[in-house]
Antibody, heavy 121, light 107 residues
Framework: QVQLVESGGDVVQPGRSLRLSCAAS????????IHWVRQAPGKGLEWVAV????????YYADSVKGRFTISRDNSNNTLYLQMNSLRSEDTAVYYC??????????????WGQGTLVTVSS | EIVLTQSPDFQSVTPKEKVTITCRAS??????LHWYQQKPDQSPKLLIK???QSISGVPSRFSGSGSGTDFTLTINSLEAEDAAAYYC?????????FGGGTKVEIK
């Protein structure tokens, strides 16, 4: 069955960096674009970034552009989110999310359980 | 950039009542609108795709309608297990966007 397992969440100080991982299994990882979506405590869902199936094309929300980098390792079925210059407003649960088609478009049919990032001094 | 405006923010409903949640897009997105349910401490779950297409395993009391800029999620005969937050999501263009969410409470 499809599984997405995020890891790497932690408490970090403002301005520091953190890298999240998402280990995928149960499907052909290299055939799917994958999103990162976040949710601040008690708030709604916010789309963060997406990477194409081959890792070449990447798109970001304006709120993270220039600070976050999405990448993937198809040989290890793993998605990453490198987060630099972290701010308090980046505090959230971060989900990796698979669209039901292989492309950027379409609904998300599988979500990970999320990993919590807390940015605080 | 497309913005999704969801209403209401909160709804307190008696079991067996009908619930209607609306989602308005800032520009036309065709039928590229999807609905999710999120219960406390859980990941979102896909309820309806492409505005009105049902999802296997989702109870038939959940339905969606609309196209272009105006969309509706309807829960017929609300059950206690439907207490959750509901979100719309547009995948028509990048950046994707989610609505602000609607929290449904059972009276």
């Amino acid at each position: 069955q499809v599984q997405l397992v995020e890891s790497g969440g932690d408490v970090v100080q403002p301005g520091r960096s953190l890298r999240l991982s998402c280990a995928a299994s149960g499907f052909t990882f290299s055939g799917y674009a994958i999103h990162w979506v976040r949710q601040a405590p008690g708030k709604g869902l916010e789309w963060v970034a997406v990477v194409s199936y081959d890792g070449i094309n990447k798109y970001y929300a304006d709120s993270v552009k220039g600070r976050f980098t999405i990448s993937r390792d198809n040989s290890n079925n793993t998605l990453y989110l490198q987060m630099n210059s972290l701010r308090s407003e980046d505090t959230a649960v971060y989900y990796c999310a698979r669209p039901n088609s292989g492309t950027y478009y379409g609904p998300v049919d599988y979500w990970g359980q999320g990993t919590l990032v807390t940015v605080s001094s | 950039e497309i913005v999704l405006t969801q209403s209401p923010d909160f709804q307190s409903v008696t079991p067996k009542e009908k619930v209607t949640i609306t989602c308005r897009a800032s520009q036309s997105i065709g039928s590229n609108l999807h609905w999710y349910q999120q219960k406390p401490d859980q990941s979102p779950k896909l309820l309806i795709k492409y505005a009105s297409q049902s999802i296997s395993g989702v109870p038939s009391r959940f339905s969606g309608s609309g196209s272009g800029t105006d969309f509706t999620l309807t829960i017929n005969s609300l059950e206690a297990e439907d207490a959750a937050a509901y979100y719309c999501h547009q995948s028509s263009s990048l950046p994707h966007a989610f609505g602000g969410g609607t929290k449904v409470e059972i009276k």
